[in-house]
């Protein structure tokens, strides 16, 4: 079966600093995987998603992820967070089969931002 | 992308009540529709796949009996917690999904169970 890792829980940065937020997957085949962000009480937004081609993914608010097959790793990335930014981030993966497979979810990482 | 909403976003009930929840799809034909349940600090969980004209497929542990699902109409799906009790608090969250399989997600609904 598919799963996803977070291993961070709670990261901490500074405005202005860079970001970088792990997953990892583990599947046989290279799934759909997807990055979404939720803040408190609010459902999930997508922020950017990775089908095939390009590794380097461009998302919205600044974000990209990379994708490494080697590493069966997507991480996220932003040059320069805004405090805007403190949410709750997802990294999701679906199999890449024909029909429609369910999204397995990370755990989930929790950005806070200090000014 | 489609455009999800739930009602209500917060509801509040006794022990022993039903509560029912709605998820439209505004703008997008969705024949399956998703049910998600977020405790507290952790991560989403699928409850069960909404499937219009037919009965829900319901993830291993969820009580089918408990969380009755009915997907009417291409453009809502409702969910119903049947005799709540406080540790189906939590956080309900709807969505759909296109053809590559994204998924758009309903701003979801928090119950709290006195």
């Known amino acids: 079966a598919q799963s996803v890792t977070q291993p961070d829980i709670h990261i901490t940065v500074s405005e202005g600093a860079s970001l970088e937020l792990r997953c990892n997957y583990s599947y046989g085949a290279t799934p759909y995987l997807f990055w979404y962000v939720q803040s408190p009480g609010q459902g999930l937004q997508l922020l950017l998603k990775y089908f095939s081609g390009d590794t380097l993914v461009q998302g919205i608010k600044g974000f990209e992820a990379e994708f490494k097959r080697s590493q069966s790793s997507f991480n996220l990335r932003k040059p320069s967070v805004h405090w805007s930014d403190a949410a709750e981030y997802f990294c999701?993966?679906?199999?890449?089969?024909?029909?429609?497979?369910?999204?397995?979810f990370g755990t989930g990482t929790k950005l806070q931002v200090i000014p | 992308g489609a455009v999800v909403s739930q009602h209500p976003s917060w509801v509040i009930c006794k022990s022993g009540t039903s509560v029912k929840i709605e998820c439209r799809s505004l703008?997008?034909?969705?024949?399956?529709m998703f049910w998600y349940r977020q405790f507290p600090k952790q991560s989403l969980m699928l409850m069960a796949t909404s499937n219009e004209g037919s009965k829900a497929t319901y993830e291993q542990g969820v009580e089918k009996d408990k969380f009755l699902i009915n997907h009417a109409s291409l453009t809502l799906s409702t969910l119903t917690v049947t005799s709540a009790h406080p540790e189906d608090s939590s956080f309900y969250i709807c969505s759909t999904k296109d053809n590559n399989n994204e998924q758009f997600f309903g701003p979801g609904t928090r119950l709290t169970v006195l």
């Open positions: 999701a993966v679906v199999p890449f089969s024909g029909g429609y497979q369910k999204v397995t």
């Open positions: 703008d997008f034909q969705a024949t399956t």
